[in-house]
């Protein structure tokens, strides 16, 4: 059952209130854009979404004092001038504000101890935010990479990860292999071991989820479990976890 939370004061039954980054519309650079997989993936495990516009340092001081958990959504390619890098030849579409708030806002939250959910490029912004840095193509860095772009219906299962046992994700989906979904050219580097552990990874090596080893609730996942849940039913249990997470927390 989902969590519920009674207002003393109210009286009403409140929900935790996630907040979910989102992208500028390319097409409207006056409008942003989320997919509702997101928001039905946080409603359906007891949370309540609110979409995050880019603001400034400022702005992401007096948002997150409202906030239960952080979803940090997909998108386009992190600009590699933020990990010390120049940009490789294959290097997509940026979105310079975006970049700076949600770098801004992940290292708040992690500070500030807010549960915080990363989601393909959302995995990467965690990565970089706590100072690592990103292949910036699979294809043309990797022997022997696998396909992780996948042309296949979103929901579909394009290729396996091998989860980790006694990792937090394993307690969500289960250790061993996965089938998942796949839509990113770029992913982390070998992990900092002071920060993150991996807990999956795509049989070409390419890492797939990281978290924190401590108790906070930090985790990032390569694919989109959003996009999965009706067809794989056990990717729902990952919002669930965060859900829950940002439930004890409020």
Not at 41 to 56: F, K, N, Q, R
Not at 172 to 194: L, T
Request: charged letters at 25%.
């Amino acid at each position: 059952m989902p969590p519920r939370f009674v207002n003393r004061e109210e009286g009403e039954a409140l929900r935790p209130l996630i907040g979910i980054t989102c992208s500028l519309d390319h097409t409207d650079s006056a409008s942003y854009k989320l997919n509702k997989d997101y928001v039905n993936a946080v409603s359906h495990t007891g949370g309540e979404a609110l979409i995050l516009p880019h603001t400034d340092e400022q702005g992401v001081r007096e948002l997150i004092g409202t906030l239960d958990g952080i979803v940090l959504s997909g998108g386009d390619d992190i600009d590699p001038r933020h990990y010390d890098e120049q940009p490789h030849i294959a290097l997509g579409k940026i979105e310079p504000d975006r970049d700076r708030f949600e770098l801004h806002l992940a290292r708040t939250a992690i500070r500030l101890g807010i549960p915080l959910l990363g989601i393909c490029r959302g995995m990467q912004v965690l990565y970089v935010a706590m100072g690592g840095k990103l292949i910036q193509d699979i294809p043309s860095e990797v022997l022997g990479a696998i396909k992780h772009k996948q042309e296949a219906p979103k929901s579909y299962p394009s290729h396996q990860v091998t989860v980790e046992k006694n990792s937090k994700l394993s307690g969500m989906i289960g250790q061993g292999d996965v089938g998942v979904n796949s839509f990113h050219h770029q992913a982390v580097k070998e992990p900092m071991i002071d920060r993150f552990i991996v807990s999956a990874r795509a049989p070409d090596g390419i890492i797939e989820a990281i978290e924190f080893s401590k108790e906070q609730f930090v985790l990032g996942v390569q694919w989109h479990p959003e996009a999965m849940f009706c067809e794989s039913p056990a990717m729902i249990e990952i919002f669930a976890a965060f859900v829950a997470e940002a439930a004890a927390r409020r």
